[in-house]
């Protein structure tokens, strides 16, 4: 199993682009999470899904969108690049009965100038 | 005030001392608790999971939780260079999602 996967590892925006960050998992997990982690700080939640077709936003979703169509694949859409959406990003799965027990991806590492 | 609150370190133990890693939260009704670490420049790995007051053991890790003072607390023994990472203490409620402190840096030094 390769677990979780995300693409790119690196990426440099101006401000104003678009870009979708790439998600997936081969753990058939319904659950699924986009965090973002600031230099020296936690992981801050954007938006999550409990499954195909299901989303809802978590603690800061704003300059965000998500779409989850299949199991495997929860991309996250960035759309008018700011500055302060640089940042680290992990996406995570977790399987229905453990809440806890999240399984993270490598990291996008953005920057946006 | 902070939902998860850790002291951000950093916090240098040597080598085969025991590290003492402390975390509070402010929700009463938390019931999951947990410690990722996370290397530096790498995703965070879940290490420890607790869910009732006292003591869990896994090696040389031991978790404790007091939820009447809504503290949790990471022990290693025998702390190794190879332990040297940010800790990340989580915590969940009834809605499933984790919340994240802010991580507290060890560095064992050999």
């Known amino acids: 199993n390769a677990g979780v996967t995300q693409t790119p590892k690196f990426r440099i925006l101006k401000i104003g682009q678009s870009m979708t960050l790439q998600c997936a998992q081969d753990?058939?997990?319904?659950?699924m999470y986009w965090y973002r982690q600031d230099p020296g700080m936690g992981l801050k939640l954007i938006y999550y899904?409990?499954?195909?077709?299901?989303?809802d936003k978590g603690e800061v979703p704003n300059g965000y969108n998500v779409s989850r169509s299949t199991t495997e694949d929860f991309p996250l859409r960035l759309e008018l690049a700011a500055p302060s959406q640089t940042s680290v990003y992990f996406c995570?799965?977790?399987?229905?009965?453990?809440?806890?027990?999240?399984?993270f991806g490598p990291g996008t590492r953005l920057t946006v100038t | 005030q902070k939902e998860v609150e850790q002291n951000s370190g950093p916090l240098s133990v040597p080598e085969g001392a025991i590290a003492s890693l402390n975390c509070t939260y402010s929700?009463?009704?938390?019931?999951?608790f947990f410690w990722y670490r996370q290397y530096s420049g790498k995703s965070p790995e879940l290490i420890m999971s607790?869910?009732?007051?006292g003591d869990q053991e896994d090696g040389r890790f031991t978790a404790q939780l007091n939820k009447a003072s809504q503290y949790v607390s990471l022990l290693i023994r025998d702390s190794q260079p190879s332990d040297s990472a940010t800790y990340l203490c989580?915590?969940?409620?009834?809605?499933?999602?984790?919340?994240f402190g802010q991580g507290t840096t060890l560095q064992v030094k050999p």
């Open positions: 989580a915590v969940s409620g009834n809605t499933g999602k984790l919340i």
């Open positions: 929700d009463r009704g938390s019931q999951s």
């Open positions: 899904s409990v499954g195909a077709g299901i989303t």
């Open positions: 607790i869910y009732s007051n």
């Open positions: 753990m058939n997990h319904n659950y």
């Open positions: 995570a799965s977790r399987s229905k009965d453990r809440s806890g027990e999240q399984y």
